[in-house]
Nanobody, 129 residues
Framework: EMKAVVSGGGTVQAGESLRLVCAAS????????MTWYRQSPGSECELVAT???????YYALSVKGRFTISQDIAKNTIYLQMNNLEPEDAAVYYCAAGPSVARLYHLDRADYCSALASWGQGTQVTVSS
């Protein structure tokens, strides 16, 4: 099965750090954009950061300066380094990479997180104040 395997979530205190990992399983990352999304209860699915082979392309304003997205081509993995976490960062974080990117194109943006959740490509981040 081709899917992105997501890990690294957990529970931390405000001000601490986490690194999320999205590893390709059964496929190789290509030059498509790869994106981290997040969604907390009652909130919309939010685009957090995007990277491709040329490097980071986009950061949401709410995470700029605190989060860093990167790609390790040799390991077929992308990362989201999250520093100085705030309670507002608590959410389920989802990775859209590989085959899931094309599958999302057929959906409304608002449905991206639920689709990624159904494919098992999310990890919970909890931040306590």
């Amino acid at each position: 099965e081709m899917k992105a395997v997501v890990s690294g979530g957990g529970t931390v205190q405000a001000g601490e750090s986490l690194r999320l990992v999205c590893a390709a399983s059964g496929f190789t990352f290509d030059d498509s954009d790869m994106t981290w999304y997040r969604q907390s209860p009652g909130s919309e699915c939010e685009l957090v950061a995007t990277v491709n082979t040329e490097g980071p392309k986009y950061y949401a304003l709410s995470v700029k300066g605190r989060f860093t997205i990167s790609q390790d081509i040799a390991k077929n993995t992308i990362y989201l380094q999250m520093n100085n976490l705030e309670p507002e960062d608590a959410a389920v974080y989802y990775c859209a990479a590989g085959p899931s990117v094309a599958r999302l194109y057929h959906l409304d943006r608002a449905d991206y997180c639920s689709a990624l959740a159904s494919w098992g490509q999310g990890t919970q981040v909890t931040v306590s104040s």
